[in-house]
C-alpha cells in the first residue's frame, strides 16, 4: 500500500510531499533502487530494509538524511515493512536546517546524528503512530517549528533548480537565470544536493527514461532515447551503464524501484 500527500501550504517551498509505503509480504530477491531525483529523511518504524553496501548487506537506521543517488542500491525487503519519508523541494533540506549536503559522501547520514534530539523525537512519535496521517501530523509539527527558524533565505536558484524539465537547459542559461556565475551556480547547487548540476541532469534524463520503460516494456530503447532528448543510444547506454552498474539487457526491471 503506498500513500502519498501534499505538505502544508507554508510547508511548500521546503518540503514537495511525503510518502508512506507498508507491505505485508517482502521480497525473496533483492530490489534495485535506481537513481531518482530526490532528497529526503526516511522512517522505518517496523522492520527495516539491509542494503548492500561495500560488499555486503547492512541494516539500516530507524532514520536516514538521503541525498541525491548516483547509483543503483540494492536491498532486501523484510515482512511488515514500513517506511514513511519526508520529500524536500530540490535545495530545500540544506536552505531548512543549514547543513551542505556535499558533506554526506556516501548519500545518506543516520539522521539523528545530524539533526539531534528534536529529530529522535519525531522518530519516536512516528514508530508509535497508527496511520499514515498521524505521521504527517507529527512530522508537519515538527517541520513548521523548524521552518520558523529557517537557515537560508530563498534565493533565485532555489526557484531555478525546481523547474520542471531542468535537464534540457544548458549551464550557461541556468546560472543567468539564477544570477550566478557558471561557477558560483556549480557551487551552489551542489551545497543544495550533494551534486553537480551535470549529473543532476543525467539522473532527471535516465530517470525520465527508466520510467517510461516500467511503464511500456514493450516501448523501445531507440523510441524512448529521443523521446526523452538523449543525442543518441550511445548517450542513454553511458548513463545507464554508471547508474545501474549493468545494461539494459540484463537489468531486472521486474524487481526494480523506478518512480
Not at 515482512?79 to 559522501?105: A, C, E, N, V, W
Not at 537547459?169 to 544570477?179: E, I, P, V
Not at 547547487?189 to 535516465?206: A, E
Request: aromatic letters at 14%; proline letters at 6%; charged letters at 20%.
Amino acid at each position: 500500500m503506498l500513500l502519498k500527500k501534499s505538505p502544508h501550504p507554508g510547508l511548500k517551498q521546503f518540503i514537495k510531499e511525503y510518502w508512506y509505503l507498508y507491505l505485508s509480504k517482502g521480497s525473496s530477491v533483492p530490489l534495485s533502487n535506481t537513481p531518482t531525483p530526490e532528497e529526503a529523511i526516511y522512517f522505518y518504524p517496523k522492520n527495516k530494509p539491509a542494503v548492500f553496501i561495500d560488499g555486503k548487506f547492512g541494516q539500516t537506521p530507524d532514520t536516514a538524511i538521503i541525498r541525491q543517488q548516483t547509483q543503483r542500491v540494492d536491498m532486501l525487503v523484510p515482512d511488515d515493512y514500513l517506511m514513511f519519508k519526508i520529500i524536500f523541494q530540490t535545495g530545500g533540506f540544506h536552505r531548512l536546517f543549514g547543513i551542505p549536503l556535499s558533506l554526506f559522501s556516501k548519500g545518506y547520514i543516520e539522521t539523528i546524528g545530524v539533526l539531534g534530539n528534536p529529530i529522535k523525537e519525531l522518530n519516536e512519535q512516528i514508530i508509535n503512530s497508527t496511520n499514515f496521517e498521524e505521521m504527517v501530523l507529527y512530522a508537519e509539527k515538527y517541520l513548521v517549528n523548524k521552518v520558523s527558524n529557517f537557515k537560508i533565505k530563498q534565493q533565485p536558484i532555489d526557484f531555478v533548480i525546481n523547474q520542471a524539465q531542468l535537464y534540457q537547459y544548458s549551464l550557461d542559461k541556468l546560472a543567468s537565470d539564477a544570477c550566478l556565475s557558471n561557477r558560483q551556480f556549480e557551487r551552489n547547487f551542489l551545497t543544495r544536493t550533494g551534486v553537480s548540476p551535470k549529473i543532476y541532469q543525467r539522473i532527471l534524463k535516465f530517470n525520465q527514461a527508466m520510467k517510461l520503460k516500467k511503464e511500456a516494456p514493450n516501448q523501445t530503447w531507440t523510441n524512448i532515447t529521443y523521446s526523452v532528448g538523449y543525442f543518441d543510444q550511445m548517450h542513454l547506454l553511458r548513463d545507464f551503464k554508471q547508474f545501474t552498474n549493468t545494461v539494459p539487457t540484463t537489468f531486472d526491471f521486474d524487481n526494480a524501484i523506478i518512480y
